[in-house]
């Protein structure tokens, strides 16, 4: 409920009974009374209220303040009194709720708008979340994650962070890559041994007992399940590999990338890329020689003389000079505007037909997950639940404790906060409360690593109607700089 705030007339009153004498809250008060009454030319109300709120948590400091902007904010948005819906400014305000209302020692409010984020941003999610393209991956695909970054360069969090950090998301220097994981692991160490020199024999005995227990608990299966001889997906080289050849840096070059593929076999694997000015980047990249332009391919049940010239312009096909994947050809397509697919040899000539006949081949099971993701989503990983099945499947005799997953989400909104979603749908509600219970006890019971970022303030809840988990976060740029430099 948003917090009373004084009039002018009040402040009057005041000010009489005060004999002229006012505090420095009273100051306070009424310039902000005063402030808020201006409203910029063009500003919507909403945007007046994000302003003002901001302003009072960065500026000037005064959470108090801060929290009543942000819920009138918020108040705002429920009553459905906008003029647009305005996700960014109310996504944003939800972020900083959260970390204002933790500042206060209000965890059960940040907790429970927290769990809100999620149901209201499915309002504005539709598979359009993901490039154009995706419809034709192979149906045999069943787990896709994408980074959009036009969207994440876009915030405020993102441009507040410093080179190293942005250079270790996007790098394609592996030298340089390899330098950050160093400087980033020194830095953990030199926390982690400032922090056991703080503690007390027993307390460092506990510590270490607790570290041993969680990396006991998360190496156990890795040498059976790993397979070294597994081949790496298209994408693991190909994202850089053809940043090369379209001569962008690194993968900034790119708007928004995805990858996508068979969770157990690699070879099932394709790149959907969106990547400003394309017909130029190709035009230069096929004359320098770092594409080749192949032959009008053949595709049965189409004629291309029979095509418009729009057409058949979607079904060119180009190699990558150079690069190979399991012994044969990497190679691209465009079939929308800006967008490219980058694919193994083997999977071209189904990607062709499906685009020349209109054919969306992405599974009905994913589809269905990809719809219930925000449309406003920076980072998104979807997995299939055939795939969360195996996942469940290799856990033993345990599993049969667990829920049938029907997939997997995982989001990450990102403002001037981060926000981190996942959300795994199932039927069987009271296994659902099971798992909830465990995984709880394993972050009270001190199995996860306090000093993570993301599992320091984690939420972990069950969706009203008892169909899914949930697990949800927001990370300030201090937390964002901790997860990838240390």
Not at 249 to 273: I, K, M, W
Request: aromatic content about 6%.
């Amino acid at each position: 409920m948003p917090r009373p705030r004084l009039s002018l007339a009040a402040l009057a009153v005041a000010s009489l009974s005060l004999g002229g004498c006012w505090t420095q809250q009273a100051r306070w008060q009424a310039d902000e009374v005063q402030r808020a009454s201006v409203v910029r030319p063009g500003e919507s109300e909403a945007e007046r209220l994000y302003r003002h709120g901001r302003d009072c948590m960065d500026v000037v400091e005064r959470d108090e303040c801060a929290i009543d902007y942000f819920e009138q904010l918020v108040e705002l948005s429920t009553k459905s009194a906008m003029a647009e819906p305005r996700r960014d400014l109310v996504g944003d305000a939800i972020f900083r709720l959260v970390e204002l209302y933790r500042r206060d020692d209000q965890q059960e409010r940040a907790t429970l708008l927290l769990r809100e984020f999620w149901d209201v941003g499915m309002d504005f999610g539709s598979a359009g979340v993901v490039p154009y393209g995706s419809r034709f991956v192979p149906e045999s695909v069943t787990s896709m994650f994408m980074v959009d970054v036009t969207r994440l360069e876009a915030s405020r969090l993102h441009a507040d962070l410093p080179a190293d950090a942005k250079d270790m998301m996007f790098t394609c220097d592996e030298a340089r890559r390899e330098q950050l994981s160093e400087a980033a692991k020194a830095r953990r160490e030199e926390r982690r041994a400032a922090k056991l020199a703080a503690m007390s024999e027993e307390e460092r005995e506990a510590y270490e007992k607790a570290k041993a227990r969680r990396e006991q608990r998360f190496s156990r299966g890795n040498d059976e399940d790993g397979d070294e001889d597994e081949a790496p997906s298209i994408y693991d080289a190909g994202f850089c590999q053809l940043a090369a050849a379209l001569d962008v840096t690194d993968l900034r070059g790119f708007s928004a990338f995805l990858g996508a593929r068979h969770h157990e076999d690699a070879t099932q694997s394709v790149a959907v890329l969106r990547v400003d000015e394309l017909e130029a980047k190709l035009a230069a990249s096929t004359e320098a020689g770092r594409l080749i332009l192949e032959p009008t391919p053949e595709i049965p049940g189409r004629d291309p003389a029979a095509m418009t010239s729009i057409m058949r312009d979607k079904l060119r096909l180009w190699t990558l000079a150079g690069a190979e994947y399991e012994g044969a050809k990497v190679q691209i397509v465009s079939f929308d505007r800006n967008e490219l697919i980058l694919a193994p040899e083997a999977l071209v000539p189904g990607l062709l037909h499906a685009r020349a006949h209109g054919q969306d081949r992405v599974s009905e099971a994913m589809r269905a997950l990809l719809m219930q993701v925000p449309a406003d989503v920076a980072f998104m990983t979807v997995v299939a639940p055939s795939a969360m099945e195996d996942m469940m499947g290799s856990l033993g005799a345990m599993a049969k404790l667990l829920p049938d997953p029907e997939g997997m989400m995982m989001a990450a909104v990102v403002y001037d906060y981060a926000g981190f979603f996942i959300r795994v749908p199932t039927d069987d509600s009271v296994k659902g409360w099971l798992v909830l219970s465990l995984a709880r006890r394993m972050l009270d019971g001190g199995m996860v690593d306090e000093d993570d970022p993301f599992t320091s303030n984690l939420d972990m809840f069950q969706a009203p109607d008892g169909k899914a988990l949930l697990m949800s976060n927001i990370l300030t740029r201090g937390a964002v700089l901790r997860m990838f430099l240390g």
